[in-house]
């Protein structure tokens, strides 16, 4: 687990980092790494995992809503919490789809909330799976699967690092996988709709990878409902 805290005030780092430290210490949890930015910039030239993201709106240089915008556009999918004065940045804010806006002075009962919300949702998306890949057996989290996709009775497995085949059909994928961040958009694909980018009346486009899968007519409809639901949900 790595949280990322990106505000160009240091005393309101202090307090984040401290909110942090007390939630999981409580809970006895270990290994959870912390990483401070006091830039937009830095953050988004920042290559390491990000888990959940506290962003400040407000800071010199590139601000927490270009910052935002940037790392979506670079296909990242990390929860990102806003921290903000001011309530007119939040239409801004929603277009990169953030999850929870905190205002300052931060309220300790909510930041606490979010951040319990925060955790569930990625338990949620964090399936973990055994699959078997010919001679030897690679463990896979859902969230880092794009797609899959039907192939001569078997499955391609298409995840973030790389392809995997499978001897299940996609009816078992469809069953094991998380309902709420997958949808079955025609008959041989499975689609994480984490990473999508845009869909027309007969494809969606994934912002990895180069992907892309077809759309059926009977299943646009219900595509379209299970798309703003899940954006609903972020």
């Known amino acids: 687990m790595r949280i990322l805290i990106c505000d160009d005030e240091p005393l309101m780092c202090d307090k984040i980092e401290s909110l942090i430290n007390t939630y999981f210490q409580r809970r006895k949890v270990k290994g959870v790494e912390i990483a401070r930015f006091h830039d937009g910039k830095s953050l988004t030239k920042d290559e390491g995992v990000k888990d959940i993201i506290f962003l400040d709106i407000e800071m010199p240089g590139m601000n927490g809503i270009c ?29 990169f789809h953030v999850f929870r806006y905190l205002s300052k002075p931060i ?20 399936v973990k799976i055994i699959l078997e890949n010919g001679q030897e057996s690679v463990v896979v989290s859902s969230k880092d699967i794009l797609m899959v996709e039907s192939a001569n009775r078997k499955t391609i497995v298409h995840c973030i690092d790389a392809d995997y085949r499978s001897a299940q059909k996609i009816s078992f994928w469809v069953e094991k996988l998380p309902k709420e961040n997958f949808i079955q958009s025609h008959r041989s694909f499975l689609v994480n709709l984490e990473y999508v980018s845009r869909f027309d009346n007969d494809m969606i486009y994934l912002s990895k ?16 409902n299970a798309y703003l639901l899940y954006l609903g949900r972020k």
């Open 67 to 95: 910052a935002g915008n940037l790392l979506r556009e670079n296909g990242e999918n990390a929860i990102i919490i806003v921290i903000t004065s001011y309530a007119e940045y939040l239409d801004d804010a929603m277009r």
């Open 107 to 126: 309220d300790e009962r909510r930041f606490y909330r979010n951040l319990e919300d925060a955790l569930n949702q990625i338990r949620s998306c964090s």
């Open 209 to 224: 990878n180069g992907l892309s899968a077809f759309l059926t007519r009977r299943k646009h409809a219900e595509f379209h």
